[in-house]
């Protein structure tokens, strides 16, 4: 049973930076996929983007050359790392991954961008 945890997230104001990581236990293989989604207030929840277990990224067009996912293989871990954060970032930001074709989820956590 794969568990997903996620750490990071808080109160920044625009322009500012964070990091979120999340990491994966109860499993020894690498995980193919880890992504990052994000829900905002009174919207449906979005994919931000995601990496392969051979570093290939995509990113949605809204946080392009501002957030980098980046991974560690040998730890299961997965970060998402948000530069320049603009109001519009707000929201519950949540990680998930794929193995043995489930999905598991970290519990999310929220990230605020003040104006």
């Known amino acids: 049973q794969v568990q997903v945890v996620e750490s990071g997230g808080g109160l920044v104001q625009t322009g500012g930076s964070l990091r979120l990581s999340c990491a994966a236990s109860?499993?020894?293989?690498?995980?193919?996929?880890m992504g990052w989604y994000r829900q905002a207030p009174g919207k449906q929840r979005e994919l931000v983007g995601r990496?392969?277990?051979?570093?290939?990224?995509e990113y949605i067009d809204s946080v392009k050359g501002r957030f980098t996912i980046s991974r560690d293989n040998a730890e299961n871990t997965w970060y998402l790392q948000m530069n320049n954060l603009k109001p519009e970032d707000t929201g519950v930001y949540s990680c998930n991954t794929r193995r043995m074709g489930r999905w598991y989820w970290g519990q999310g956590t929220q990230v605020t961008v003040s104006s």
């Open positions: 109860g499993t020894a293989f690498v995980l193919k996929v």
């Open positions: 990496i392969t277990d051979d570093g290939n990224t």
